[in-house]
């Protein structure tokens, strides 16, 4: 699969659920995690899928996102929020 289909296919994704997030908790719903949390536990195997990764943990995919986040907070890019997290996430994924 090429970089930009999985990058397109993880930011859709990845957008779904940032929408869903926010939106439960803009309705004042008790969610009991953070977005990558969230994003992990309702997207998981798309995420794999997307990543060509069937085996990578949710609790890697978690601590990536909250990695992504971090550099997303500090370096103000000129993309979207998920475009940068996708594109992180796509260099990342696969790396030790």
Not at 7 to 35: C, P, W
Not at 40 to 69: F, K, T, W, Y
């Amino acid at each position: 699969m090429s970089c930009s289909i999985i990058h397109q296919s993880v930011r859709s994704v990845l957008e779904e659920g940032r929408m869903a997030y926010t939106t439960t908790v803009e309705a004042g719903g008790v969610i009991n995690m953070d977005y990558a949390s969230y994003c992990c536990h309702v997207s998981l195997n798309r995420l794999r899928q997307s990543l060509d990764n069937p085996n990578i943990s949710a609790e890697r995919l978690e601590g990536l996102l909250r990695l992504a986040a971090r550099k997303y907070s500090s370096d103000q890019p000129q993309h979207g929020w998920t475009d940068v997290m996708a594109r992180f996430l796509r260099r990342h994924v696969n790396s030790n």
